[in-house]
């Protein structure tokens, strides 16, 4: 115990030693002098140098159009596109003409400027119109009766139609004896040939059916005849658009009555509308 207690003793008298090794003897009465004079140095409170950040250096990218020389530490890009072109032969170019004349034509016909008649357009019509037939041969009233028509039919594509007419024709005659009326219906399937084709179509036309012709006197009762009926007509369609026309037309009609015939020339104008 004792042993441990001199070391000790030692090892403490040692490092007092080692503490103030090199440090001046303060004496009693100079205490002031040497806290002003000789000032005791601090290890972490000594100047050391400071270090400052340095910014890296930048590079620029520039595209340009076209391969440059750049000058050392500059990074550039170029990029050169490369631009398609096509040859054109100006022999091979045929120049748009603009054609003059009338306004464009609306017929019926697949080109109007063909007047052959394969040129037709085929389709379904109708047709109304009104009319006068002057009496020829045959009816008890002299003169002309009004009234009109319909029709409906079909038209192919080489010119040909046929149609189904149905005309009435009426006049009147008033006497001291009382009032004199003749009727005639006409009930024609007909076939039709046009001419030509265009915005003017000239057509010639044959039908056959019947004819029923009646009569009221003013004192008597009416009497009506059945007859066997030939037409023969001719007419012009003038065509506006490519399911309206208009039309006129004349015929001889000739009725086959017994004892005598009757003869008359039914007119009429009209327009016929497609289907």
Known sequence: MKRFTLLFLILTA???????????????????QLLTDTPIPIPHLTDTPTRTATPLPTFTFTPTPSATA??????????????PTIPINLSEVIPMVWKTGPRPNHSQTLDPSLSGLNSFREQG??????????????????G????????LGIMFKDGFAIQLDLEYFSQSNTNPTGTLTENEVLILPT???YLSAGNVRPYLS??????????????????????????L????????????CTYVEGKYNFVFMSGSPNQDLPLAVGARLGL
Do not use: C, H
Request: aromatic letters at 12%.
């Open 206 to 231: 044959i039908g056959n059916g019947l004819a029923i012709n009646s009569t009221t006197p003013g004192l008597t009762n009416s009497t009506s005849v059945d007859s066997f009926d030939l037409a």
């Open 14 to 32: 040692a490092s007092g030693k080692a503490w103030a090794f090199g440090m001046p003897a303060i004496s009693v009465g100079q205490d002031s």
């Open 144 to 151: 002309t009766a009004t009234g009109g028509k319909t029709a």
């Open 70 to 83: 750049s000058p050392i530490g500059t990074a550039t890009t170029s990029i050169a596109i490369p631009t």
């Open 125 to 142: 019509f109708f047709e109304i119109g009104l009319g006068a037939d002057p009496i020829l041969q045959g009816w008890a009233i002299s």
């Open 191 to 193: 076939l039709r040939r």
């Open 233 to 244: 007509g001719v007419g012009f369609e003038f065509v506006f658009e490519n399911y309206f």
